[in-house]
């Protein structure tokens, strides 16, 4: 079985940071392979992708957040991050990792950015 575990997620101030993790984990996967996908979901919007990275590393980012989010990974450890700077009141939401293409999705992690 595939889990997909989300970390990192907490309440920041406007202008400061976070760094997310995604761990994936089970019997069969191939992590180095896979293109990951960062998603968020604020209240009463659908859910969006905000980065996603290939398994060469190489990065794809939502308008919103280009400039100010990072995604990288590391496939040694099955992880994919996403650091959050400069983070913006409208940066608000859940976010979840997805392996993509699949329907292994995290349990999603709070991110709240509020004075």
């Known amino acids: 079985q595939v889990q997909v575990v989300e970390s990192g997620g907490g309440l920041a101030q406007p202008g400061g940071s976070l760094r997310l993790s995604c761990a994936a984990s089970g019997s069969g996967i191939i992590f180095s392979i896979y293109l990951m996908g960062w998603y968020r979901q604020a209240p009463g919007k659908q859910r969006e992708l905000v980065a996603e990275?290939?398994?060469?590393?190489?990065?794809n980012y939502a308008d919103s957040v280009k400039g100010r989010f990072t995604v990288s990974r590391d496939n040694a450890k099955n992880t994919v991050y996403l650091q959050m700077n400069s983070l913006k009141p409208e940066d608000t939401a859940v976010y979840y990792c997805?392996?993509?293409?699949?329907?292994?999705w995290g349990q999603g992690t709070q991110v709240t950015v509020s004075s």
């Open positions: 990275i290939t398994s060469g590393g190489s990065p």
């Open positions: 997805r392996i993509a293409g699949s329907q292994y």
